[in-house]
């Protein structure tokens, strides 16, 4: 079997600094986003009980992939493909799911493709199905639970009130919450065996892509602003009769929808 | 010039912060004052990760990166250290993984066989064993003594202060030992071997000790104790010499524990002094404090770097022997053994009144650092003086050499 899992380099988000309502994105380090490397993590087990899969590691980014992508190579992916090319800068959704599609294109055959449901940064989750789209493949996205038999796929879709359970035939592509594994940490010994695994560089021009079609010129959406959320604190405070006090709280928590869901 | 890591040693750093945010930090705690042991699981986690293993050769059971063997231990202690402040679980790896460094080079085929796979495991532990109750600084006069007899030394006499010493008894391994071998000479009558807790004729007690309660401190007593010979390092009445070259290894990750913890209490101080408000402003916003933190976080800087060159020399050193002579490495190690126990302590101790009354009280995990890294401060690897001794000796010359006096202790 031959699986692709996508994966997206963002800023960690546990050392950006916030001014003005602004990230600070500059110097910020650049890891793999939790749901990206849970989605390695899921291929990484499918190959240790399925003899014969071949794991392929697929990244877009900067220059900073080149060390980046040791991590994916050393929790178990077996080959990598970086797209580092400086016409893919600035791409929207729809310009990375191109740009994905065309490279999993030219991998050649596969049987899943594995993405995290959405990258912690922006959260936009749409690469994941635009790529099913132009691969044509079905697609099962949310998935808590993965089971594979043969040709057939079994997944837990977390739908927030409800879980749903689906099933397809391969090839497919699946985006996985981060709640469906917990993905390991590398040992030594993988991490100074994945500078000995293969790591491809594609550029647009490999992909047949042309600069309108990826990148910021081909991208339909403009960034406008890039701002922290601001969380207002309702400050509410109740006084009086221990009893009343806690059911005023009880009542003003339920109408909030923290309780009693 | 290079200043930067590799892609894989920033790799192995994230990987060991993790693990220590994810295993370690929540249960620095329980191992200082509840358990008083470390746990069998997260040395076998840590043996998984290849903690044990940063030193060892492949061929007895390791993953090192030839070459890069110290620098990689230094990274392994300092993220341990951060998230295991009351310093127990570094102790017991740096022992681990120091001393293996010096039984590759000048242990036997047969001894590297037997010993390195297990510790590699995380099966065993190794550990050093060199102070006397006469005195742990003035090594030359150690009184413990092993007879020659064929393939072995009948050994007889008794070491102090030791880590590890129910460890290696309880889980098996052993420690280096210094003991005199030609009593009538001082440090020239010396050799190195490995002893196992287990050879019969050993005994130990152990110590109620101010912190890193995880980790037992204690003495052994060896009465008509055989010591096969293979378990030597080096040569025989020379033992000295070796001992000395595995303190640096030693000394450069007792600095790297104590910087790593030290790193973490200044993160703890400087994130508690932005969020208490005193006077209407953030308690960091008072120069006094900022100043203080700011310096603080120089001298880590400073430590660091010199760390970095340390473990980076001892690397070239093992490569090849032409590449720095001793004295430099001693001299560079000895600069971060007698500084960076001190400001750990002092970071620690600024962290706890920063903290004001809850600083005092175990809601933080400033006071047990503090016990921490005390040890390294009145002794463990060679004390704070014994360290400017070293650099005195070597940046003076032998005139600043005191060690030379005739009195017999008592
Ligand atoms: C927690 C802990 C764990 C330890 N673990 C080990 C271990 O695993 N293996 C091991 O072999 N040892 C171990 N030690 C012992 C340690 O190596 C010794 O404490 C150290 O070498 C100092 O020896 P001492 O305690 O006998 O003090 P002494 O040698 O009596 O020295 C006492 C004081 O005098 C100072 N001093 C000594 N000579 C001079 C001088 N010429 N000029 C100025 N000042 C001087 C010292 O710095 C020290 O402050 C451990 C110690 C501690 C506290």
Known sequence: MNIVVCLKQIPDLQQIRIKDRRPLLEGAPLIFGDMDKSALEEAVRIKEKAKGTKVTALAMGGAKLKDGIKEALAIGADEAVLLMDPPFAGS?????ARALAKAIEKLGEHDLILCGEGSTDNYSGQVGPRLAELLDLPQITYVRELEIEGNKLKAVRNMEESFEVVETELPALVTVADEINQPRLASLRDILKAARKPVQEWTAADLGLSEDEVGAKGSAIETVSNLAPEQER????????????????????????VLGR | MEFRLTAEQELWKNTVREFAERELEPIARKIDEEWERIPDEIIRKMADLGIFGVTIPEEYGGMAMPGEEMQYAVITIHELARGELSMSLPVYTLLCIGWPLLLVPYGTKEAKEEILPKVASGEWFLGINTTEPGGGSDLANIVTVGRSDGDKWIVNGEKAYISGVREATERGGGHLTLFKTDPTKGYKGTTFAYFPADAPGTTYTTYRDMGRMGLSTGGFVYKNVEIPKKYILGEENKGFYVNMEGFNVARALVSAACLGGAEKCLEISREYTKQRV?????????????????????????????????????DQFYQDRSSFTKEEINRTISICKAHAPMLAVEIAKHGMM???????????????????????????EGGYHIQKIIIARDYIGEEAVPYRGTQKAH
Do not use: C
């Open chain 1, 92 to 96: 929207d959704t729809m310009g990375t």
């Open chain 2, 278 to 314: 005193l006077f209407g402003r953030p308690l960091v916003n008072f120069e006094a404090i900022s100043f203080e933190i700011a310096d603080d976080y120089a001298q880590l800087e400073l430590l660091k770097l010199m760390l970095q060159k340390g473990a980076w020399m001892i």
């Open chain 2, 354 to 380: 920063y903290h004001g009354a809850s600083g005092y009280t175990k809601d933080t995990p400033l006071e047990m650092a503090l016990r921490g890294f005390m040890s390294y401060v009145v002794g463990a």
């Open chain 1, 234 to 257: 309702k400050q509410v405070v109740f006084k009086g009769d221990l009893d009343e006090v806690t059911e005023n709280l009880i009542n003003a928590l339920t109408k909030e929808g």
